[in-house]
């Protein structure tokens, strides 16, 4: 998968999973970070990374992309030609136009089209020439996926994507990236820190811990994706003590 | 994953049509917002920056005009001009500025690319700093007046060597401020650059260079004047043409006005050339947010 264009013949069996970890080692000097993580993406799933802060979330997903060089460890990571990454800060250069930032790195002669076509998708038609100075946050945001999905990404890895944005914001940005996923259909692993966030998007919710996978959840629209679904409370108390937080306690403090 | 299932269970995320009041100042109230903002040099005002040079000269009328300022020492500044007014009518001030003109955008021409090759090879490659940046160093520690000699020497005394001593003062600060520049872009853009896959030409097209911008701009205004600067040198030895020359002429026939002319067309020419370099950088840098706007 990682040779040519990514792209199978139709000949070759439909691939089960686009994204494959398996025994992943990653460590800063001495002392480790992941110590072994093993995780499978199939073609067109939404996995969620949970994790508390500086457990190593942001490392594997550097992995994945291939950003991980200075980094020592072990363990094989296999992902798609066509990965595309949504950083936390929106990273556009500021020196060039949102247009330019959305395009950035495309050659074929129909990339204006296309990245009008991308601006428009994420509601920001009309703005091509402007600097991306000129941008709310929220809107520095769409610019950013308007670049990843530009690219029709096999694979969309998001590091906390939203984070820096307010509430509101971020719940638009939802609905957001749910439409863009739906139509554009790539695997996506979204790293959060947000219990909600998760299950609100994701198919499946990993939760990294101790720098390796503590929990798996699988989220099924009907079952324990909504507040009043029946294993909702369920499924968000399990995510929160993989945690290490115990809700009631969380609210008697409160 | 269906698409219509997570669009109903985020719809709460939809912008909905909010009832909201008419806003703005409520009647009565006066929009008393400061014009500029507190902390800050304040809005930018039109022919500001010749108010400084329009102080200086005021200033030489007044010490000239009381007899303050001895002509023998200074002339009077309308003196100059009466002896610019000669000087153009004989098409002398023309043929020297000229010259000085051409031999000035040359050296700055070439002294440009020298400096914004160099600090590129230096910034790209680690090889390459290796090779440049020492030497660039010990290039700066040596005047350029103290290279003359020795470019008499290879070159004589014609224009190769005026243009060339010119160049060697203009690529050191085009190269300091282009290498700091390049050195100061962020790694997030060079991650950026690889996860969207840019060719290395790509790369440097639309990463480094704009993010090196700010820096060579500035190394690009010290360039000019000190282009200007080893012009006066170059034109004061073994010159037979150029304001220099005429002013050193003039120095041999104790032609004080004439030398003050000199001196008044470097000022003008450092002025508007500066002037020129602010209003491109101000252009080509209109991506930027400073304080100075
Ligand atoms: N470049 C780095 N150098 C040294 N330590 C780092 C570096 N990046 C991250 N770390 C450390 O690795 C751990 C995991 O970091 P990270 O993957 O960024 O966590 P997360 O994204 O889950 O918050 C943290 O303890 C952090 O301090
Ligand atoms: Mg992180």
Known sequence: MATNDGRLTPAAKAPTTTVSVRGLIRG??????????????????????????????????????????????????TVPAKVSVVFQDSRLLPWDSVLGNVTLGLQDHDAGERGRRALAEVGLAGRERAWPHQLSGG???????????????????????????????????HSLLAHLVAAHQPAVLLVTHDVDEAIALADRIVVLDHGKVALEREVISGTNRAPDDAGFATLHASLLGALGVDRHRALATA | MTAAVLVRKLAYGEPGNSQRGTGGTPPGTADRRPLTRRLGPGPRRRFAALAGPALLLA?????????????????????????????????????????SAHRAALGLFFGIVLGVVLALTAGLSRIGEALVDGPVQIKRAIPSLALLPLLVLWFGIDETMKVLTITLGVFVPIYLQTHAGLRSIETKY????????????????????????PGFFLGLRFAVTGAWVSLVVVEQINSTSGIGYMMELARTY???????????????????????????????????RTMAG
């Open chain 1, 28 to 77: 800063y000097g001495p002392k480790g970070v992941l110590n072994g993580v093993d995780l499978d993406i199939a073609p067109g799933e939404f996995v969620a990374l949970l994790g508390p802060s500086g457990c190593g979330k942001s490392t594997l997903l550097r992995a994945l992309a291939g950003l991980d060089h200075e980094v020592s460890g072990s363990g094989t990571v």
């Open chain 1, 139 to 173: 809107e520095q945001q769409r610019v950013a996926l308007a670049r990843s999905l530009v690219r029709d990404p096999e694979l969309l890895l998001a590091d906390e994507p939203f984070g820096a944005l307010d509430a509101l914001t971020r719940l638009k940005m």
């Open chain 2, 59 to 99: 200033a030489w009328c007044l010490a000239s005009g009381t007899g303050l300022l001895d002509p023998r020492i200074l002339s009077e500044p309308w003196t100059v001009v009466a002896t610019a007014s000669e000087q153009l009518a004989s098409g002398k001030l023309q043929e020297h500025l000229g010259i």
């Open chain 2, 190 to 213: 060079v991650e950026l650059a690889q996860t969207v896959r840019l060719s290395r030409l790509a790369f440097i097209k639309k990463v480094v260079l704009p993010g090196a911008l």
């Open chain 2, 254 to 288: 104790g032609q004080t006005n004439i030398i003050v002319l000199g001196l008044a067309v470097y000022g003008i020419l450092g002025l508007l050339s500066d002037g020129a370099v602010q209003l491109l950088q101000r252009k080509a840098l209109s991506w930027q």
